[in-house]
């Protein structure tokens, strides 16, 4: 703000994520503030998804005609053959991302618990690190699950490579996500994946199964949906492998080229 001011330059503002994705219906004030007063003094506004675009509207009151939408894209590259990790002997569960509230990791065990039931020799990870990390852990003895599910930490672009080419599903239960890129990283590496029907890459991806963050039944029943039918499972991986290779950095960089061309030229 301050630099738009001081040169009188146009101000875009590009929105990854807000204070209620990360809080909920709890957010910090002061964080919102901040957000409302930049978006208000933004000339365009660029959000990752339709969910952050509707939120930025609804929630801050942002003129909706000053908002636009350019969605995330995924860097196409090979999963590294080498340094795999041995089989686990059954079927791998993934989740892979922060460990907090907005990714909705307690859904995740609590569909564990039940696909369980069914499938007894299934093994679950949790890949990823937040503030959570320690109630999940807890959340999962309490279910007796503990040795059902694998709790790795943090992991670098490597270890992630050797998780994907374990893992026989991905799991992204998010509760409030503005794009979510590991689902796209997942289907690049021949990874199926379920997805929260509440998250921005549910816009751009078709070939995923999508389920309410909150619905663990639903959750559960997909899992085991990709664990038994090998068709359902070959075509989805086939399917959003070529998907992915449609939804590009180059293509959001050229919408946003054009965002601010149409900006210049109109100053």
Not at 35 to 49: H, L, Q
Not at 58 to 82: D, L, P
Not at 144 to 161: E, R
Request: proline share 3%; glycine share 6%.
């Amino acid at each position: 703000m301050e630099a738009k001011r001081v040169s009188g330059k146009t101000l875009v503002v590009h929105v990854h994520a807000t204070e209620f994705d990360r809080g909920g219906d709890h957010i910090n004030s002061e964080i919102f503030d901040i957000e409302r007063k930049g978006m208000d003094a933004a000339d365009r506004v660029i959000a990752v998804s339709r969910l952050t675009r509707d939120i930025i509207v609804s929630r801050y009151q942002i003129e909706e005609s000053k908002v636009e939408v350019v969605h995330n894209g995924v860097m196409v590259k090979q999963v590294r053959a080498k340094d795999m990790l041995p089989s686990v002997g059954g079927p791998v569960v993934t989740f892979l991302g922060r460990i907090t509230h907005q990714k909705g990791p307690v859904y995740f065990i609590d569909a564990a618990q039940k696909v369980l039931q069914k499938f007894p020799q299934v093994h679950f990870v949790m890949a990823g690190s937040g503030d959570l990390l320690p109630a999940m852990i807890e959340h999962a003895a309490e279910l007796k699950l503990s040795s059902h599910i694998h709790f790795t930490g943090f992991l670098n672009s490597a270890k992630v490579d050797q998780v994907w080419a374990i893992s026989n599903v991905y799991v992204m239960p998010s509760v409030s996500e503005p794009f979510g890129l590991t689902p796209l990283e997942a289907m690049m590496a021949g990874v199926p994946v379920i997805i929260s029907k509440q998250s921005g890459v549910s816009e751009v991806v078709n070939h995923a199964i999508k389920v309410d963050f909150w619905d663990t039944e639903a959750l559960a029943s997909a899992i085991c949906d990709l664990l038994t039918y090998n068709s359902l499972k070959n075509t989805i991986k086939k399917e959003s492998g070529e998907e992915c290779k449609r939804i590009t950095w180059d293509r959001a960089a050229k919408k946003i080229n054009t965002i601010y061309h149409e900006l210049t030229n109109s100053d």
